[in-house]
């Protein structure tokens, strides 16, 4: 049987399922039951065309800066960057994303000291590492306390993929305050760094709707992630 062949059959299956739940239980919702069993509940990304026009053999890097005074552990620059390569470079959908070629975090803390890293442009920084494209990410604000009591993350990003040999920028892309989890957490659960870390990692994601595919029902459950609660 052809694979064509394999999908109708598959699509007339959950046509057939959803039709006899949708008898059962009333809820037109049911009708949407194919198109996930076949095509699966991934949104597209934002930039889906942006991203799909990485050439082959293309080197990038994320470079997450912020002027929030934050220092230290506290300080998520470098956490946030390898967050958002490690979820980018594993679930770009380009047909070349096996043959892209991306920049540690390491190399860029190692090349630049602290007044560079502020002061030169996404550009200027990527062309330095040898990157044919920068994703620059800065934190306009960022917070994971919602009280001295409570737990809750709070971030707000502008994010650009800029094209270094062609000096453009292909897209800056200022997102929506971005807050987890939707209840706060009371600080007894666990320290600091681990709430800081797990939103890190959630707010990396967020940050990668806008290059990679993402289920939009996700965000519903994100406070499973705190079963102790």
Known sequence: MTNRRQKFFALMLATLCSLTLLGATGCAGALMMPYYLIYGTDAQPVYKD??????????????????????????????????????????????????????????????????????????????????????????????????????????????????VKNHETIFAQSMPAYTYPPTPVPVSDLDEMQFQNRFVVRLAKHISTLLCPYDPHEEYAVDSDFPER
């Open 50 to 163: 942006e991203a799909k026009a990485i050439p082959k053999g293309s080197k990038l890097v994320v470079i997450c800066r912020s002027n929030l005074n934050l220092f230290g552990s506290s300080n998520p620059n470098s956490d946030l960057a390898t967050a958002v390569t490690l979820h980018v470079s594993r679930n770009i959908k380009n047909k070349n994303k096996k043959t892209l070629e991306w920049i540690p975090v390491d190399r860029v803390n190692e090349q630049f000291d602290e007044e560079q890293f502020n002061t030169l442009s996404f550009e200027k920084m990527g062309a330095e590492l040898g990157a044919d494209y920068v994703i620059g990410i800065e934190l306009d604000s960022f917070e994971i306390h919602h009280s001295t009591q409570f737990y809750q993350g709070n971030a707000k990003v502008l994010v650009r993929l800029v094209d």
